[in-house]
Structure formats: C-alpha cells, structure tokens
C-alpha cells in the first residue's frame, strides 16, 4: 500500500512565524502535491513538483513556498504565517506512469491553526 | 481556468435510499475525472475514475458514475446507501495532457441508520 505520512497531524503558530509542513511518500513516486482543503471549497492546490528540484505553481501559492531535495519528500514552507492560512493542509503522491498514474494518494492532512 | 461544480453541499438519506451527486465541469478539451471520498477521520481515498472508453465506471463499494461528454458531467451514484457511505466526496478534473487536478467543493453525504 502506498503511504504518505505527513510529520503533524495537528500544528498552532502565530502570526509572522515561519512553519514548516513535512510530507513522506514511500512508494518511489514522481509527482508531489500540496493542498489546502476549506469547508465549501473542495481542495484547491498550493504546489506541486514533478521531479527534485522541480516545482511549479498551483492556484494558490502566495504566501507559500516548497522544497524537495528527495524524491521522497516534499516540504511546504509558511514564510510567514497569517490567520488566514489556518486550514487542512493535504499533501499527496502519484506516479508518472503505469497502471496509477494520475491517481493522487493523500497523506492524513495537518490541521494548522494560526493564532 | 477550469473549474468543477458539486451542486450540493450537504445531502442526508435514510438507509437503503438512492444516492446521486452531481458533477459538472467546465474545460472544453479531453479530461481524466475522478470521484474521491473522505471518511470521517480518515484520508482522502479514490472511489473511482474515468480516463476513456465505457462512460459507466464502477468503482469500490458499490458506487458507479456516467460521463455524459455533451452535459460536462460526472455524475456518482449508488442505488442503495448504508450509514458507513456517511462521507465527503470530492469530484476532480485533469486535463488529459496535464499534472494538475481541480476539485469540487464538496458534498458532505450523512446516511442516518
């Protein structure tokens, strides 16, 4: 089975510190994704990176930046965190090709609450 | 931008009912389509998808969805609902070519015993 793991289920930071969100796949996949998911507006992507060293943007990314050194890991950086980036923060795998591909796998979220 | 509409937010059943979400998207091109679910507590997981050929797609757990290509639509249903269907579902689009999904908002389905 395919897991993603991310490194906090729950997180509370105030305003102006800089978070950082952690995601691990172990299923040697290609393609990584960073989502916030609010009630009423589905999840709407952050980031996502198709390779090392490789990103493009989302819908969303002001305010947010990422990194993936590995393959394995992909992280969501908060320069500066603000209220309104408190939301479900989802991160996911999928590979490029074979029998799966397209299909996101989903770690279990981290609930970030900016105060 | 594309963009994917869930026309219901919140839908409650009684056991054993008919259930049918809605779905509609609005890119013009070829599309993959996807339903997700998320379980109370639990990660959000695949229910089905439609990439090309049969428009009825089955899926896990006894739920299906017609792409119906003329009305933009993915509909999922399932005849007959039990209190574990009790979820959100998600549908999602990607352009054929591309890396990127658009999700719906959501529809918080409640199956009441």
């Known amino acids: 089975d395919v897991k993603v793991t991310q490194s906090s289920r729950y997180l509370v930071k105030r305003t102006g510190e800089k978070v950082f969100l952690e995601c691990v796949q172990d299923?040697?996949?290609?393609?990584m994704f960073w989502y916030r998911q609010d009630p009423g507006l589905g999840l709407r992507l952050i980031y996502f990176?198709?390779?090392?060293?490789?990103?493009e943007k989302g819908d969303i990314p002001e305010g947010y930046s990422v990194s993936r050194e590995k393959k394995e890991r992909f992280s969501l950086i908060l320069e500066s965190a603000s209220t309104n980036q408190t939301s479900m923060y989802l991160c996911?795998?999928?590979?490029?090709?074979?029998?799966?591909?397209?299909?996101?796998?989903f770690g279990p979220g981290t609930r970030l609450t900016v105060l | 931008a594309q963009s994917v509409s869930q026309h219901n937010h919140h839908v409650i059943l009684s056991e054993a009912a008919s259930l049918e979400l809605g779905c509609n998207y609005s890119?013009?091109?070829?599309?993959?389509l996807f339903w997700y679910v998320q379980y109370p507590g639990q990660h959000l997981q695949l229910l089905l998808k439609?990439?090309?050929?049969?428009?009825l797609v089955k899926g896990i757990k006894g739920f299906e969805a017609e792409f119906i290509k003329s009305k933009f639509s993915f509909n999922l249903r399932k005849p007959s609902v039990q209190w574990s269907d009790t979820a959100e579902y998600f549908c999602?689009?990607?352009?054929?070519?591309?890396?990127?999904?658009?999700f719906g908002g959501g529809t918080r389905v409640l199956v009441k015993p």
């Open positions: 890119y013009g091109g070829t599309v993959n």
């Open positions: 999602a689009v990607k352009k054929a070519a591309g890396n990127k999904l658009t």
């Open positions: 996911a795998s999928s590979p490029a090709s074979g029998p799966s591909t397209d299909t996101q796998y």
């Open positions: 439609y990439f090309s050929g049969d428009p």
């Open positions: 299923m040697d996949h290609e393609n």
């Open positions: 990176s198709y390779d090392v060293k490789m990103k």
